[in-house]
């Protein structure tokens, strides 16, 4: 470990110890090894969750969402977990991590769980946790912030900063570098696919609002137009179902593209969006600050919020009527009816940012600090 690593190590250990509004200060502190976010986990100012040039006010910003600098704003719901807030047993466990770099995200692929994130870092659970791509796909250390896997399972594909884009076969294995697509390098920041490996659709999104669409043939991808759902607002969530794909921005705007985009809502939300899911039957769900989930109903075409708990809701899935949110400051919430939502322990205060549940294997979730939870049926 190094000296900067020690040092940001002791400063996130001295932060948890500190009320919250004296966390932020020091969070505001210049930090000579760092952005100034507590949680940041770069070195020299020069990581790649530093550089992005299209994230707009959070620019310098992991997300390591216990800052202001990450959305904490200047309530509490970025805080510590309260002592009063009711904590289940949800049989999370902390899993033993190869890396202490940011993890963004996570999917299931058909031997494994895979996640990605800080430096370009791609991890594959097999008898333990292990390191299978350690610079992104073009050798660069750009940081990945989106992984999907085909519907099959045998290919992933993952983007990133700097328009990093690349797919891993899995039964292989093998690795393709297809950054910087159309010539577009600005931060990706959330991708979609569906269908089988070789033949697989996707949609790749980036933080001023563009959406890169891509049909694959024998394994090559084809690029085509690149267009704003949203008007300019970044995107940082996609999702895919078997006739449609899903996009949700930070302007409150969900749209639904099966040829073209056209908006479905959500009217008045008054908060930031961070990811959507989409279910078999054309439900929706979406996850967003301040611990509200919306969920849509596609007979009514209405939106239905939910209140989940504190802080933002970073991710949500779902899987045999099993519905999860992953949230910041290590906080994860699960869904025990139409309506109610308990919070379950997870073992860390770290922020997560992914979640992936699966119907046969582990559940996952990832985030700050390398930090990855596991649990079995």
Not at 153 to 165: E, P
Not at 198 to 225: F, H, K, M, Q, Y
Not at 293 to 313: H, I
Request: glycine share 16%.
């Amino acid at each position: 470990m190094t000296a900067a690593d020690r040092a940001r190590e002791l400063l996130r250990s001295v932060r948890r110890t500190l009320p919250e509004g004296v966390g932020r200060t020091l969070d505001r502190l210049p930090v000579a090894f760092g952005c100034g976010c507590s949680d940041c986990g770069c070195s020299g100012g020069g990581c790649s969750d530093c550089s992005s040039s299209d994230r707009g006010d959070r620019e310098g910003c992991t997300d390591c969402g216990d800052c202001e600098d990450c959305g904490g704003g200047d309530d509490d719901s970025n805080s510590m977990r309260s002592d009063a807030e009711p904590i289940a047993d949800g049989g999370w466990e902390v899993a033993d991590s190869p890396t202490d770099r940011a993890l963004h995200a996570v999917a299931h692929a058909a031997d494994a769980p895979y996640a990605c994130g800080e430096g370009g870092i791609v991890l594959r659970r097999g008898e333990g946790w292990e390191t299978v791509i350690e610079r992104g796909p073009g050798v660069a250390a750009n940081t990945l912030r989106t992984v999907a896997a085909t519907d099959d399972g045998d290919r992933i594909w993952f983007a990133g900063d700097s328009g990093a884009l690349g797919v891993y076969d899995v039964a292989e294995p093998s690795l393709g570098d297809y950054s910087a697509p159309e010539e577009k390098t600005s931060t990706w920041e959330s991708i979609a696919v569906t269908g089988e490996a070789g033949e697989e659709r996707l949609r790749i999104a980036n933080g001023s609002g563009e959406v890169l669409e891509a049909a694959c043939e024998n394994g090559c991808p084809t690029w085509g137009e690149v267009v704003e759902p949203g008007g300019g607002s970044t995107l940082p969530a996609l999702d895919a179902d078997e006739g449609a794909f899903y996009a949700a921005d930070t302007s409150g705007g969900v749209y639904r593209s099966d040829g073209e985009w056209d908006r479905i809502g959500i009217d008045n939300a008054e908060v930031n969006f961070f990811d959507v899911r989409a279910g078999d039957d054309g439900r929706l769900l979406v996850a967003g600050a301040d611990g509200i989930a919306y969920e849509y109903d596609p007979v009514c075409r209405n939106w239905t919020p939910q209140y989940a708990g504190e802080g933002d809701l970073r991710a949500i899935d779902a899987s045999d009527g099993r519905v999860v949110a992953a949230a910041t400051g290590g906080r994860c919430y699960e869904r025990t009816s139409g309506i109610e939502w308990r919070a379950i322990e997870t073992g860390t205060e770290e922020s997560l940012a992914d979640v992936a549940l699966a119907p046969d294997g582990p559940d996952i979730a990832v985030g700050a600090g390398g930090t990855i939870l596991e649990r079995s049926d």
